[in-house]
Structures are given as structure tokens and as C-alpha cells.
Nanobody
Framework: QVQLVESGGGLVQAGGSLRLSCAAS????????WGWFRQAPGKEREFVAA????????DYADSVKGRFTLSVDLTKNTVYVQMSRLTSEEKAIYYC???????????????WGQGTQVTVST
């Protein structure tokens, strides 16, 4: 099992930036893919970004491409997502997750963090 703990959420003004972190522990050697997802109130959890185990390959949802950057620090077993030019529509709980392959498919992720709230004010 992999345990994940997100941090870095908070309140930011529209147009601002925020960096989320997700620290993994447990069977971290089983991690092949990292993912970030978000869930806004009343909506389904949606894909944001993914990478392979070392961050050498990344994939982004079209809505965040060019504004969000995912990175991995294997020395800390931590994945980050740097978010810029945030909009009010991006207020959501952000979750990190791990999978046994590099994928953007939510159903293939088997370990999830508890989520961190991001609120974007106008």
C-alpha cells in the first residue's frame, strides 16, 4: 500500500499561483504513475495531470496545459503541481494519486490522498 498526504492548498486570488505537494510513503517502489485530480462541488472528479514515476513523461488536461506543471522529486517521494493563472472555476479539492502505470484514467489509480482544498477568489 502507498499512503499519500497532500499539502499546499489554500486561498488564492484569481490569476494567482499555488504549489501543491503530495508526499508518498509505504510501498513507494510500486509507483509507476503519479496523478493529480480535482473535484469541484457537485461535479465528478476530473483529471488534471499525470506523470510517469520520475516525472520524465507528463500529461495534462487541456484546460490546464501551459499553466500547470507537474514535477517529481524521487529523493523525497513527492510529487508537486505548480499552478498558475488560476481561475475561480478551478476552486476544488485537489487529490494526488498513484497507479501501477502511467495513465490519465481515474479508475486505474489505486492509492489516493485525502485531498487539499484550493479556493480561488475573484
Amino acid at each position: 500500500q502507498v499512503q499519500l498526504v497532500e499539502s499546499g492548498g489554500g486561498l488564492v486570488q484569481a490569476g494567482g499561483s499555488l504549489r501543491l505537494s503530495c508526499a508518498a510513503s509505504g510501498l513507494t517502489f510500486t509507483i509507476i504513475g503519479w496523478g493529480w485530480f480535482r473535484q469541484a462541488p457537485g461535479k465528478e472528479r476530473e483529471f488534471v495531470a499525470a506523470s510517469n514515476f520520475n516525472g520524465g513523461h507528463t500529461d495534462y488536461a487541456d484546460s490546464v496545459k501551459g499553466r500547470f506543471t507537474l514535477s517529481v522529486d524521487l529523493t523525497k517521494n513527492t510529487v508537486y503541481v505548480q499552478m498558475s493563472r488560476l481561475t475561480s472555476e478551478e476552486k476544488a479539492i485537489y487529490y494526488c494519486a498513484t497507479a501501477h502505470r502511467y495513465t490519465r484514467e481515474k479508475n486505474e489509480y489505486n492509492s489516493w490522498g485525502q485531498g487539499t482544498q484550493v479556493t480561488v477568489s475573484t
